[in-house]
């Protein structure tokens, strides 16, 4: 079931319509109350979510929903009319796992969903380690020290492919297109951000995460 929250009405008919004709499960909802009552019901294997919305807006709802249990692993793509770089930035920050600023086309969006779906299967069962931090790709779980860390979609999958990649020197555009899988124009500071706040979660262990001047970040034991 795939969720959209838009309130103009014929963007929303088009999604639901373009979901429904390639077979998928499509609702649409034109405000955050009509969609949270609708979660209530049931809950969505994708959210497309626009920000500009009749009381609260798409950033608020994303941010309610990466702060509920049963609701913080749902990918959640924005979709929306403001295309500059800073909302992109703070949408993904808050944990959008993709960003498409309309006018979009229906045929990228429908790729774009596909790639959200197939990346939200559950994960082979990897375990990874480095130096005191601990991974478990299949349980989505994580330790520091001996002590369990909750982080988010995008703090665990960055976390990933640092260790993954372990020793090898990470350019943001890499981290940027492997975690995120989207393309900025210009600079980003979402990477930044993960990192700082990736390192604070891991404690005394944040130190396997190593900045490479000019270059971006690094998963080592030091």
């Known amino acids: 079931m795939i969720y959209i929250v838009e309130d103009d009405a014929n963007i929303r008919e088009l999604v639901v319509y373009t979901m429904q004709s390639t077979g998928f499960t499509a609702e649409g909802f034109e405000s955050a109350d009509a969609f949270r009552a609708a979660c209530k019901k049931r809950l969505p294997d994708l959210i497309i979510l626009d920000i500009m919305l009749p009381g609260d807006d ?6 309610q929903l990466r702060m509920r249990n049963e609701t913080k692993q749902i990918p959640v793509m924005m979709l929306t009319a403001k295309g500059s770089e800073y909302d992109k930035v703070t949408g993904l920050d808050l944990g959008a796992d993709d960003y498409l600023a309309k006018p979009a086309g229906m045929m990228e969006l429908i790729a774009r969903v596909k790639s959200l779906l197939r990346r939200a299967q559950p994960k082979q069962e990897e375990k990874f380690s480095l ?27 960055l976390l990933v492919f640092l260790i993954r990649n372990k020793g090898l020197a990470l350019s943001r555009e890499q981290i940027l297109q492997s975690v995120w899988g989207t393309d900025f124009e210009g600079e980003s500071r979402t990477v930044d951000t993960h990192i700082l706040t990736l390192r604070t979660k891991l404690g005394g262990a944040g130190h396997i995460i190593t900045t490479i001047r000019g270059v971006g970040y690094k998963a080592e034991d030091v």
């Open 131 to 157: 130096a005191d931090v601990s991974v478990d790709v299949g349980r989505h779980t994580v330790s520091a020290e001996g002590n369990p860390v909750t982080l988010t979609n995008k703090e665990f999958d």
């Open 58 to 63: 798409g950033l608020a709802i994303l941010k």
